[in-house]
């Protein structure tokens, strides 16, 4: 079996850093905990933005989410919850007055019906459309080197509201064909961050391995849930999860769950396969670390003396686009929360790590990524992102934002990566 390769949380006791203003009196914050009308069950990652504005969250693997907004936002404005097979949902911002992540306004979603053939799903099955998926990858997905341009950005939280640490990349990335044995490469071309620490704060977090682990999750090219394609069975159990439209396109949902005797913690989620051509559009997928002992050894690579660490939910979402006859890897986000106390007291702290990463362009022109630039599963991006830094690039968005969507932060900047692509 491939080792498993994850973001690392290295966790050290914390000395007085520079910080970086808020404004958090000119901000409020509303919080939600977003649930499926029909089964009850949280609906995770979903998109939850202030409408008319750049504002914007996703719900965590609990549901529940945290929008920073003005304090002059009207009562009657909207804000507007939106999640693959869901009809949207509309809330007033004045229904949120008061509520705080641990005591979020619970929020139903309805799913959203399909009408198709019975037949047509009945006679599928879960494994068997697995195993035509993988079939076409060839098919489906290039099978040339390719040249691609990503914003990159990573935000360490400490509890509901504070942002410990904060960057941003633009990543350079060599795409491997989708074929065995075949790995990918990047490199930073312009990078900026910002830190919150000070003398408050018992613990250090950084955060190893980021960029790559966003690669490496593409589950098209590499190792299905950490495990080969010809030991899936050994270890993971497939059930049909009916059917869902995205992009107006109607989706197989495969869902999948480790088996039960094995100790050590695997995955479970969501594999969206293409009706049309059996393609892997997404994979939305949570580690199944919750009350696993084993798990927090695989994040964490060092603690500071006399204080425990547990990681408490790791969720991953990869997306694929189809332009003409192909499928490309276009989206990766990693979220991975975990509490942290000193073991003499019964007071725990929550942190939470969310990276993204979002491809803004694609070439068959290879990138230029040498060792002066090139990341690599050992690095932290925080410790190289000031070799990278150059104001005049980023021009107007001058501000790290952690409270903005990476597709409103790409078209801020997108005049000055069309004119690094020569467009």
């Not at 009809?87 to 959203?112: F, N, W, Y």
């Not at 509201?161 to 044995?181: F, T, V």
């Not at 997928?285 to 964490?300: C, K, R, S, Y």
């Not at 007071?347 to 060792?371: G, H, L, P, Q």
Request: contains cysteine; charged residues 25%.
């Amino acid at each position: 079996m491939k080792r498993i390769v994850f973001p690392l949380i290295i966790a050290l006791f914390a000395t007085c850093s520079p910080s970086f203003a808020q404004g958090s009196a000119n901000y409020i914050s509303v919080a939600g905990k977003v649930i499926d009308t029909k089964s009850r069950q949280a609906v995770d990652y979903a998109s939850v933005s202030l409408t008319g504005t750049g504002i914007s969250n996703i719900t965590n693997s609990e549901g529940v989410f945290t929008l920073k907004i003005p304090a002059s936002t009207p009562a009657e404005s909207k804000i507007t919850i939106s999640h693959l097979g869901y009809a949207a949902l509309i809330v007033r911002v004045g229904e949120l007055e008061g509520t705080t992540p641990d005591s979020p306004k619970r929020l139903e979603m309805h799913p959203v019906s399909i009408e198709i053939d019975a037949a047509r799903i009945n006679g599928m099955n879960a494994r068997e459309l697995i195993e035509i998926a993988y079939s076409k990858v060839k098919e489906n997905y290039p099978q040339h080197k390719m040249g691609v341009t990503a914003f990159y950005r990573e935000i360490i939280r400490k509890g509901g509201n504070r942002y410990l640490s904060l960057n941003e990349a633009i990543i350079d990335i060599n795409k491997a064909p989708y074929k065995l044995n075949q790995n990918d490469r990047a490199g930073i071309y312009k990078g900026r961050g910002s830190s919150n620490y000070n003398t408050t704060d018992s613990l250090l977090i950084q955060y190893q391995g980021g960029v790559m682990s966003s690669l490496y999750i593409d589950q098209v090219q590499n190792p299905f849930a950490a495990v080969y394609y010809e030991q899936i069975d050994e270890y993971y159990d497939f059930t049909m999860g009916g059917s869902r439209t995205m992009d107006n396109r109607l989706f197989y949902v495969v869902n999948f769950n480790q088996k039960k005797d094995i100790e050590r913690p695997y995955f479970r989620g969501s594999v969206f396969i293409d009706s049309e051509t059996f393609a892997i559009g997404r994979v939305e997928m949570n580690m199944n670390v919750e009350g696993n002992p084993l798990a927090t050894p695989i994040f964490v690579k060092k603690r500071p003396l006399h204080s425990k660490v547990e990681v408490t939910s790791a969720g991953y979402i990869i997306n694929y686009k189809q332009i003409g006859n192909l499928w490309y890897y276009d989206y990766a986000m990693i979220d991975i929360r975990f509490n942290a106390h000193r073991k003499i007291s019964l007071f725990k702290t929550n942190y939470s790590i969310v990276s993204e990463m979002a491809v803004t362009n694609r070439s068959d022109n290879e990138k230029e990524i040498n060792s002066d630039n090139r990341i690599r599963f050992a690095d932290q991006l925080s410790k190289k992102v000031s070799a990278f830094t150059d104001d005049e690039f980023w021009e107007d968005y001058n501000i790290i934002e952690p409270d903005q969507s990476v597709d409103v932060i790409i078209r801020r900047i997108v005049r000055q990566l069309r004119k690094r692509e020569g467009e």
